[in-house]
């Protein structure tokens, strides 16, 4: 009698992966070497050539640097990778915190020389919060000062996972030409010229120090792997597949990060990174299924195509092909044609056409299914955040967060015949990019735009010149600031009585306003006795919350403060919750004028590579710019300085610093919040 074999589900072959790290830490040329070894290009891209395949955006080939996620999709061992190339610099943190929305895994690309940097940090940091999965990869091995052990120990020290490191580099520095992998002790060699991989035996010269490494790896993870652990108790060691198992176990779960390390410029270390990424990080089955909510009832959506539909919208563009959405579908099926609900836009909307994306190129599809990353032509209501559902199914997904802008200039058309072209193009950018604010200025009339740094506004006004040829005016950036508590006011009293024909509102309350520990707004309520209803309370915290908006000092958003409705009263005609939200706007700014406020602005860390003979000069510019060295590190020949600097003072600051080093001096910076202006403290009356 023949038995038949189980059917593999097809999903098992797939892998949603981001590359992810601190700029020019070779996130790009990682990319396009999995590009060409994978066959999707015949010919290496190269960043500084300006030939990639991601950066295909003309403004990020002229910088050299990944400004926008880019989408690719190959093929490797039999499986499916759908690959997002993310930007590495903090201007655009927003890009990353999108794709990290809907990814499974990441690879995490460290220099070996610089080991984690700001913004590897930060984007370690954003992983963490959705849960992703994560690979490490130590690039550029063959650089001057390139260190495995040094990158590894950064590793732990910055970003507290547990690093288990699966290879041992073959030569130092220029001499770097392969690896040694632990868990098959075999040498894994790469030939100048073609960058053909050899597998060769372990060279005798390394042949103890790969044992010692070995066994290293064997007790870190027999440490944190149960099963691991009883093998290694039994038989005093670990099989290949024992560890290859719990490597994969520890790696889905979050206790542990597989490390890998080689060149990407040279093309060694790339087959075993593909290889790693297949083996150890997550399918679309291995993930929990994605929750959603409807109408307050949570639901749960797995993995299956037979499932009904449900996709978010992480990065929506217009290209000369139409307005592409790109989609993560997490369950159902989607077919050219088929018409979808938009949850949030509460419509529908119809699929034109299916595609498969390959940066700027794409390959059209009949049909996608759950786990696929595509784009889709035919949406014009969906933005990034948006959940698309089948009509029966409705269901809302978690959107992505979107971090507040912290820089904002003044933009208007050089002709007055371009203005609306140029409020067009405005609206376009912010629909892509929900990072873009775009506002009119109430006082002077201005168009502001509003974004997450210098460079990122400089982008988008590139941008809007390269697609409608306007030609911009921009004004000078100034920084975002916020208002809060560092004295409050208790038993604030508010009536707010107007009588003028008809029915009339009434709403007295009474208000403690006093600092938060922290950013942010609190409110509660400590009413007895039913003397203000509660739907009136929560009218009374709406209308606080609106008065947040304009603060006493310079009509900034008011954060860090907690609010408490201590007592009222009501009328038993004229009182609503319209009164109620009155008395609770104007209550709430009035009792902000009796308080003692003070004036907050944006900060940032920042990290400065200086030559050692330039270091006094470069301390001195960010003293005069108000800047508190936090630390300082020494390397052969230059210095890493740390310092906290309002964001205010760094406008500017990258070719100030250029001159001071005779242009070898490099600065990274990521925001850390907000710090008081100094006299700032103002006493509104």
Same mark, same amino acid.
Request: charged share 25%; with cysteine; proline share 5%.
């Given at each position: 009698?023949?038995?038949?074999?189980?059917?593999? *589900?097809?999903?098992?072959? =797939?892998?949603?992966?981001?590359?992810?790290?601190?700029?020019?830490?070779?996130?790009?040329?990682?990319?396009?070497?999995?590009?060409? $070894?994978?066959?999707?290009?015949? %010919?290496?891209?190269?960043?500084?050539?300006?030939? +990639? =395949?991601?950066?295909?955006?003309?403004?990020?080939?002229?910088?050299?640097?990944?400004?926008?996620?880019?989408? =690719?999709?190959?093929?490797?061992?039999?499986?499916?990778?759908?690959?997002?190339?993310?930007?590495?610099?903090?201007?655009?943190?927003?890009?990353?915190?999108?794709?990290?929305?809907?990814?499974?895994?990441?690879?995490?690309?460290?220099?070996?020389?610089? @080991?984690?940097?700001?913004?590897?940090?930060?984007?370690?940091?954003?992983?963490? !919060?959705?849960?992703?999965?994560?690979?490490?990869?130590? *690039? %550029?091995?063959?650089?001057?000062?390139?260190?495995?052990?040094?990158?590894?120990?950064?590793? &732990?020290?910055?970003?507290?996972?547990?690093?288990?490191?699966?290879?041992?580099?073959?030569?130092?520095?220029?001499?770097? +030409?392969?690896?040694?992998?632990?868990?098959?002790?075999?040498?894994?060699?790469?030939?100048?010229?073609?960058?053909?991989?050899?597998?060769?035996?372990?060279?005798?010269?390394?042949?103890?120090?790969?044992?010692?490494?070995?066994?290293?790896?064997?007790?870190?993870?027999?440490?944190?792997?149960?099963?691991?652990?009883?093998?290694?108790?039994?038989?005093?060691?670990?099989?290949?597949?024992?560890?290859?198992?719990?490597?994969?176990?520890?790696? #889905?779960?979050?206790?542990?990060?597989?490390?890998?390390?080689?060149?990407?410029?040279?093309?060694?270390?790339?087959?075993?990174?593909?290889?790693?990424?297949?083996?150890?990080?997550?399918?679309?089955?291995?993930?929990?299924?994605?929750?959603?909510?409807?109408?307050?009832?949570?639901?749960?959506?797995?993995?299956?195509?037979?499932?009904?539909?449900?996709?978010?919208?992480?990065?929506?563009?217009?290209?000369?092909? /139409?307005?592409?959405?790109?989609?993560?579908?997490?369950?159902?099926?989607?077919? %050219?044609?088929?018409?979808?609900?938009?949850?949030?836009?509460?419509?529908?909307?119809?699929?034109?056409?299916? $595609?498969?994306?390959?940066?700027?190129?794409?390959?059209?599809?009949?049909?996608?299914?759950?786990?696929?990353?595509?784009?889709?032509?035919?949406?014009?209501?969906?933005?990034?955040?948006? +959940?698309?559902?089948?009509?029966?199914?409705?269901?809302?997904?978690?959107?992505?967060?979107?971090?507040?802008?912290?820089?904002?200039?003044?933009?208007?058309?050089? #002709?007055?015949?371009?203005?609306?072209?140029?409020?067009?193009?405005?609206?376009?950018?912010?629909?892509?990019?929900?990072?873009?604010?775009?506002?009119?200025?109430?006082?002077?009339?201005?168009?502001?735009?509003?974004?997450?740094?210098?460079?990122?506004?400089?982008?988008?006004?590139?941008?809007?010149?390269?697609?409608? /040829?306007?030609?911009?005016?921009?004004?000078?950036?100034?920084?975002?600031? !916020?208002?809060?508590?560092?004295? /409050?006011?208790?038993?604030?009293?508010?009536?707010?009585? %107007?009588?003028?024909?008809?029915?009339?509102?009434?709403?007295?309350?009474?208000?403690?306003?006093?600092?938060?520990?922290?950013?942010?707004?609190?409110?509660?309520?400590?009413?007895?006795?039913?003397?203000?209803?509660?739907?009136?309370?929560?009218?009374?915290?709406?209308?606080?919350?609106?008065?947040?908006?304009?603060?006493?000092?310079?009509?900034?958003?008011?954060?860090?403060?907690?609010?408490?409705?201590?007592?009222?009263?009501?009328?038993?005609?004229?009182?609503?919750?319209?009164?109620?939200?009155?008395? @609770?706007?104007?209550?709430?700014?009035?009792?902000?004028?009796?308080?003692?406020?003070?004036?907050?602005?944006?900060?940032?860390?920042?990290?400065?590579?200086?030559?050692?003979?330039?270091?006094?000069?470069?301390?001195?510019?960010?003293?005069?710019?108000?800047?508190?060295? +936090?630390?300082?590190?020494?390397?052969?020949?230059?210095?890493?300085?740390?310092?906290?600097?309002?964001?205010?003072?760094?406008?500017?600051?990258?070719?100030?610093? &250029?001159? #001071?080093?005779?242009?070898?001096?490099?600065?990274?910076?990521?925001?850390?919040?907000?710090?008081?202006?100094?006299?700032?403290?103002?006493?509104?009356?």
């Amino acid at each position: 009698m023949r038995t038949e074999r189980p059917r593999v *589900n097809p999903l098992t072959a =797939v892998r949603n992966l981001g590359i992810l790290a601190h700029v020019d830490a070779g996130k790009t040329t990682v990319t396009e070497r999995f590009l060409h $070894l994978t066959g999707i290009t015949h %010919k290496r891209g190269e960043v500084h050539d300006g030939t +990639t =395949v991601t950066d295909f955006d003309p403004q990020e080939r002229d910088r050299g640097i990944t400004i926008f996620a880019a989408a =690719v999709s190959c093929a490797w061992d039999g499986h499916r990778l759908n690959l997002i190339d993310t930007p590495g610099h903090v201007d655009f943190a927003d890009e990353v915190e999108r794709s990290l929305r809907v990814l499974d895994g990441a690879i995490a690309v460290f220099d070996a020389v610089a @080991g984690v940097e700001p913004q590897s940090e930060s984007v370690w940091r954003q992983a963490d !919060r959705y849960g992703v999965p994560r690979i490490a990869f130590v *690039n %550029k091995l063959d650089r001057a000062g390139a260190d495995l052990d040094t990158a590894v120990a950064s590793i &732990r020290e910055r970003l507290h996972p547990a690093p288990l490191v699966v290879q041992l580099p073959i030569g130092t520095e220029d001499g770097f +030409t392969g690896v040694v992998d632990l868990l098959r002790m075999r040498a894994l060699v790469w030939v100048d010229g073609d960058g053909t991989m050899t597998e060769l035996p372990v060279p005798d010269a390394l042949l103890e120090e790969a044992l010692r490494r070995r066994r290293l790896l064997e007790e870190a993870v027999a440490e944190l792997h149960p099963v691991a652990l009883e093998e290694f108790y039994a038989e005093s060691a670990l099989s290949a597949e024992t560890l290859g198992t719990a490597l994969r176990d520890l790696t #889905r779960t979050g206790d542990g990060v597989v490390v890998l390390c080689g060149s990407a410029y040279r093309n060694r270390g790339i087959e075993p990174l593909l290889d790693a990424v297949v083996a150890y990080l997550p399918s679309p089955l291995d993930v929990p299924p994605v929750r959603g909510t409807y109408e307050g009832t949570e639901q749960e959506r797995r993995a299956d195509p037979q499932l009904p539909l449900a996709a978010l919208v992480f990065k929506v563009s217009a290209t000369a092909t /139409g307005r592409l959405t790109y989609l993560r579908i997490y369950s159902g099926t989607i077919e %050219k044609g088929d018409t979808v609900w938009d949850s949030g836009a509460r419509r529908s909307e119809r699929i034109g056409r299916i $595609l498969r994306v390959q940066a700027d190129r794409h390959e059209r599809l009949d049909r996608a299914v759950a786990g696929d990353i595509v784009a889709v032509v035919g949406l014009t209501s969906a933005r990034a955040g948006s +959940t698309l559902c089948a009509p029966g199914a409705p269901l809302v997904l978690e959107p992505p967060t979107v971090a507040d802008p912290v820089v904002s200039v003044a933009v208007e058309a050089r #002709r007055s015949t371009d203005t609306d072209r140029l409020t067009s193009a405005l609206a376009r950018l912010a629909e892509e990019d929900p990072s873009l604010v775009v506002r009119t200025d109430s006082e002077t009339g201005q168009t502001v735009l509003s974004g997450m740094g210098e460079l990122h506004l400089e982008v988008a006004v590139e941008k809007i010149r390269l697609a409608t /040829g306007v030609e911009v005016d921009v004004g000078r950036p100034r920084v975002a600031h !916020r208002e809060t508590v560092v004295r /409050g006011v208790s038993g604030f009293v508010f009536r707010h009585v %107007k009588q003028d024909g008809g029915a009339g509102q009434f709403a007295h309350v009474v208000l403690d306003v006093e600092p938060l520990d922290g950013p942010g707004f609190e409110f509660r309520s400590t009413v007895v006795g039913g003397r203000v209803p509660q739907e009136y309370v929560r009218s009374v915290e709406a209308g606080c919350r609106d008065a947040l908006t304009d603060g006493p000092i310079g009509g900034f958003p008011v954060t860090g403060l907690r609010v408490t409705l201590t007592d009222g009263s009501t009328h038993v005609k004229d009182s609503s919750e319209k009164a109620f939200r009155t008395a @609770g706007r104007l209550g709430l700014r009035n009792a902000l004028r009796a308080c003692t406020t003070v004036l907050l602005e944006p900060v940032v860390e920042v990290t400065v590579t200086v030559p050692q003979n330039a270091l006094g000069g470069v301390l001195g510019d960010l003293s005069a710019r108000r800047g508190h060295v +936090t630390g300082t590190t020494t390397r052969p020949g230059t210095t890493l300085v740390t310092a906290t600097v309002p964001l205010s003072e760094l406008f500017g600051y990258a070719t100030r610093l &250029r001159s #001071r080093t005779q242009g070898r001096g490099t600065f990274a910076a990521r925001p850390t919040g907000y710090a008081r202006v100094p006299g700032g403290v103002v006493t509104a009356r």
